[in-house]
T-cell receptor, first 116, second 111 residues
Framework: ETGVTQTPRHLVMGMTNKKSLKCEQH?????MYWYKQSAKKPLELMFV???????ENNSVPSRFSPECPNSSHLFLHLHTLQPEDSALYLC???????????????FGEGSWLTVV | EDQVTQSPEALRLQEGESSSLNCSYT??????LFWYRQDPGKGPEFLFT???AGEEKEKERLKATLTKKESFLHITAPKPEDSATYLC????????????FGQGTTLQVKP
């Protein structure tokens, strides 16, 4: 079993649909992340949660809505997406210090999203 | 602004032909430089973390080194299974929650 598990692995949705991506980490970490990976572009940070509190929202459109019910689970709720939102969405986690010092971030396998 | 640039964008090697990948960075207060390997359709797999200039780390055929301005990932006698995209990322003191990634180097090793 991998340390960070994402479901579904593949998702096709219409522009008017509502869907959610799920992430679970089994590493006992206190921080979780959503990253977006588009073709030919570097990974882009979307959201950061530390101790279940959102500490970073990297100017992400409101059609992406994160939810972190506990330190092991993270969701990304999707609604009225655009075709340009098609990408690989990666969940990650890390064990960060109280002073904000960061440690290694571990990624899940990703959810491939296609918006039609 | 923190920035990471990787070169080359793509690299083709023959099996056994050693080479190096470059990661140039600018960051305010380095809190870690990270190397990941990513296979097609999969998430990045952690390889190394380097924290200070002069530090080196090794894993099988891979060796990562760090200076104040760049990092190198040396690949010694590569095999076809080393083919992947290698990603470099930095974490700075001004944004400890973020990893800033480069665009990656796609390595192809031919038998």
């Amino acid at each position: 079993e991998t340390g960070v598990t994402q479901t579904p692995r593949h998702l096709v949705m219409g522009m008017t649909n509502k869907k959610s991506l799920k992430c679970e980490q089994h590493l006992g970490h206190n921080a979780m992340y959503w990253y977006k990976q588009s073709a030919k572009k570097p990974l882009e940070l979307m959201f950061v949660y530390n101790f279940k509190e959102q500490t970073e929202n990297n100017s992400v459109p409101s059609r992406f809505s994160p939810e972190c019910p506990n330190s092991s689970h993270l969701f990304l709720h999707l609604h009225t997406l655009q075709p340009e939102d098609s990408a690989l969405y990666l969940c990650a986690s890390s064990q960060d210090g109280e002073n904000g010092e960061g440690n290694t971030i571990y990624f899940g396998e990703g959810s491939w999203l296609t918006v039609v | 602004e923190d920035q990471v640039t990787q070169s080359p964008e793509a690299l083709r090697l023959q099996e056994g032909e050693s080479s190096s990948l470059n990661c140039s960075y600018t960051v305010s207060g380095l809190r870690g430089l990270f190397w990941y390997r990513q296979d097609p359709g999969k998430g990045p797999e952690f390889l190394f973390t380097l924290y200070s200039a002069g530090e080196e780390k090794e894993k099988e055929r891979l060796k990562a080194t760090l200076t104040k301005k760049e990092s190198f990932l040396h690949i010694t006698a590569p095999k076809p299974e080393d083919s992947a995209t290698y990603l470099c990322a930095v974490r700075g003191s001004s944004n400890t929650g973020k990893l800033i990634f480069g665009q990656g180097t796609t390595l192809q090793v031919k038998p």
